[in-house]
Structure formats: C-alpha cells, structure tokens
C-alpha cells in the first residue's frame, strides 16, 4: 500500500463528521503524514435550506457563515492538532475547491464521508462521487450509515 505523505480531510460539519476525521487522524498517524482540513462554504447560501425558494446572495448571510465555519474549523484543528496554516476555509463549490486545495498542495489522499448534507441530492451529483471523479490522487470515502 502507497505511503502517504499528506493527507486532505474534507469536513462538512455535518451529522457523522467525528467518523470520518477520526479515521482521517488514525491513517495520518499511521503513515505519518502531514493532515490538512478543508471546508468549504457553499456560494450560494440558498442549497443550505432545501426550501426551494430563491434567496438572493445575501453578504451578511455569508460573512456569518464564513465566520461560523471559521471557528468550527478552528476548533476540529486544534482537536486533532492540525496547525493553523493547514487548515483552508474556502468559498465555492465544495467539489471544485476540495480537488484545487489537494491538487495545489501536493495532498496524495483525500479523506471524505460517502455521503453528508447533499446526501441525498443525488440529482446533480454527490460531493463525494464527484471529488472521485476529479481528484488526480487517491481518495478515501468512509462508509457514513444512515441513523
Ligand atoms: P455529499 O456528497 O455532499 O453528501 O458529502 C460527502 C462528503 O463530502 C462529506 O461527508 C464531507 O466529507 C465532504 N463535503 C461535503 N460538503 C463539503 C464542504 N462544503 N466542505 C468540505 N467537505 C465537504
């Protein structure tokens, strides 16, 4: 099995998320690799809400969640003693940003949850099978079961 040197755990703060940074750690201990986070706030605040509805951009509405996830991060950093420079709190489209920070930080495993938030939005496409699409390293998708 390849030795990975650094590892790219994708979080989404989202039901579960514990599993798969926790497994995200234990395999960065394993290989003694470096462990990088990533989150990403979606652009557009409107998915988060699933009411169908069209709310405009609404810039005080994603300051507050840029901050929010901010402290998240933060706090999952120092949980599993990642430092702050390999942390990335990005904007956009989750599936783009996940691949660019690996891509553009040299990461040779992506740690992701089999499903989260967009789990069930199939329709357009999972975080998940599209990072396994794109990613130009390995990736890791951990088995998350619905309750
Ligand atoms: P999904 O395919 O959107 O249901 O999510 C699958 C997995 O992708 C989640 O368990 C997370 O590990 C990751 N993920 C989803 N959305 C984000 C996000 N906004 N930022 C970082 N990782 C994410």
Redesign the pocket.
């Known amino acids: 099995m390849e030795n990975y040197k650094h590892i790219l755990l994708?979080?989404?703060f989202?039901e579960q998320?514990d599993l798969?940074a926790n497994k995200a750690k234990a395999i960065a201990v394993k290989y003694q690799a470096k462990l990088s986070i990533?989150?990403?706030?979606?652009n557009l605040p409107v998915m988060d809400t699933n009411y169908g509805i069209d709310i405009p951009f609404n810039m005080d509405l994603t300051t507050e969640l840029m901050a929010g996830s901010k402290k998240r991060l933060t706090h999952l950093a120092e949980k599993l003693a990642v430092p702050t420079e390999r942390t990335w709190l990005e904007m956009g489209s989750?599936k783009t940003?996940?691949v660019r920070v690996a891509q553009e930080n040299d990461v040779d495993l992506i740690v992701?949850?089999?499903?989260?938030?967009?789990?069930l939005a199939l329709l357009l496409g999972?975080?998940?099978?599209s990072?396994l699409h794109y990613a130009t390293c390995d990736v890791l998708a951990v088995r998350?079961r619905d309750e």
């Open positions: 994708a979080v989404d989202y998320g798969v990533v989150h990403v706030v979606d989750p940003e996940i992701l949850g089999s499903h989260g938030r967009h789990g999972s975080t998940a099978n990072v998350l």
